[in-house]
């Protein structure tokens, strides 16, 4: 059974500071593949990024960059000089190859204080 | 597009009442689901289905009914509402491509409180 675990229930952080949201995963499959959405205060679920399992490279967004390491099972999302405008709740999600079914974590609460 | 819509955005309802949440997607897709999201546990698997005429159960099933009649749609039945099922509920649809997994596209969720 697949499952994906983020300890951070919540995080403040001073705005323009950087901020890591941790995410590890457990899947028996070699295929799998990954994903990061945000929840702002509106309630609506905005796709961040996918990476699939065999493409270890980090990749980066602008402000957002995301660290995948097998070795560990983590999938950890860096939001580097946060804004309020980042204050949602990120869930981190995890589906196995040939099955759409998503796994979510519990989620992360991030707050940017002005 | 009008993407993934759900109606309606929120709903009260009485224990024991029954009611259906509709979900619409205009982007052709052959997979659709639907999650509940409660606080601290995330989003959860409720029934998906990955064609016309074929649905199965996710992680939390019980209580809930759906049938998929068209590509586009995918009701979510609730027979006797249970102050159990007061949540948000996501409905969400995606492609079925084997070689390059696609991202799916989320509604924008239907609150739902059960009294």
């Known amino acids: 059974a697949q499952k994906v675990t983020q300890a951070q229930t919540e995080i403040s952080v001073v705005e323009k500071e950087d901020v890591t949201l941790d995410c590890v995963y457990e899947?028996?499959?070699?295929?799998?593949?990954l994903f990061w959405y945000k929840q702002p205060p509106s309630g609506e679920l905005v796709f961040l990024i996918r990476?699939?399992?065999?493409?270890?490279q980090n990749e980066i967004s602008g402000r957002y960059s995301w660290n995948f390491q097998k070795s560990t099972s983590s999938f950890n999302f860096t939001i580097t000089a946060s804004q309020v405008v980042d204050s949602a709740v990120y869930f981190c999600?995890?589906?196995?190859?040939?099955?759409?079914?998503?796994?979510f974590g519990t989620g992360t609460r991030l707050t940017i204080i002005p | 597009n009008a993407g993934v819509t759900q109606t309606p955005k929120f709903q009260v309802l009485k224990t024991g009442q029954s009611m259906t949440l509709q979900c619409a997607q205009d982007m052709n897709h052959e997979y659709m689901s639907w999650y509940r999201q409660d606080p601290g546990m995330g989003l959860r698997l409720i029934h998906y289905?990955?064609?016309?005429?074929?649905?199965d159960q996710g992680e939390v099933p019980n209580g809930y009914n759906v049938s998929r009649s068209t590509t586009e749609d995918f009701p979510l039945r609730l027979l006797s509402a249970a102050p159990s099922q007061t949540s948000v509920y996501f409905c969400a649809s995606g492609e079925r491509d084997q070689s390059s997994y696609n991202e799916q596209f989320f509604g924008p969720g239907t609150r739902l409180t059960v009294l």
């Open positions: 990476r699939n399992s065999f493409d270890e």
């Open positions: 899947t028996r499959d070699t295929t799998y593949y």
């Open positions: 999600a995890l589906s196995e190859f040939g099955n759409e079914k998503l796994t």
């Open positions: 289905s990955v064609g016309a005429g074929i649905t």
